[in-house]
């Protein structure tokens, strides 16, 4: 019996080495993010861009707020609205779609809560907001260009 205890215990202890809620930021490759010519400063620590599988998400409010928008987050309903000028987007946690101006936009996949942190497909938010994005893998840098004219992906 008492074998049985320790060998459940060792099971257990490693299953569950650490709280599952736990992201561990410091095990992401870098992603750096170049706006207009100026590589944003993200802390070493918690939120940042990582990859997500074939992704680069990141966190909603840091970006949102250096491409010039208001963020705001809403719990009860897991979202998020970033808010420029006349533009406004709505993002929801474990939805695809995103509501910019009131007209449906399909994103490439839905944003998810890391650790607190609204992280999203950064093309979403860069072309929901009017800029454009292209991708330098060499350097893991998403390149960012442009200022708010209005989404650059059509809606629906």
Do not use: C
């Amino acid at each position: 019996m008492k074998r049985k205890i320790i060998l459940l215990a060792l099971i257990w202890a490693t299953i569950l080495p650490s709280p599952s809620w736990a992201f561990d930021w410091s095990q992401q490759a870098g992603v750096h993010v170049l706006l207009n010519g100026h590589f944003l400063n993200f802390d070493s620590g918690k939120p940042r861009p990582i990859f997500w599988g074939k992704r680069v998400i990141v966190p909603i409010r840091m970006l949102g707020e250096e491409l010039g928008a208001t963020v705001t987050w809403d719990n009860a309903f897991q979202s998020a609205t970033m808010t420029k000028g006349d533009l406004t987007v709505l993002m929801t946690v474990d939805f695809k779609t995103a509501i910019i101006n009131g007209k449906a936009f399909e994103m490439d996949m839905a944003p998810v809560l890391l650790d607190g942190n609204i992280m999203v497909p950064i093309r979403s938010i860069v072309e929901s907001l009017g800029y454009t994005l292209h991708w330098e893998s060499k350097g893991n840098t998403a390149v960012i260009n442009g200022s708010n004219k209005g989404p650059t992906r059509a809606s629906n």
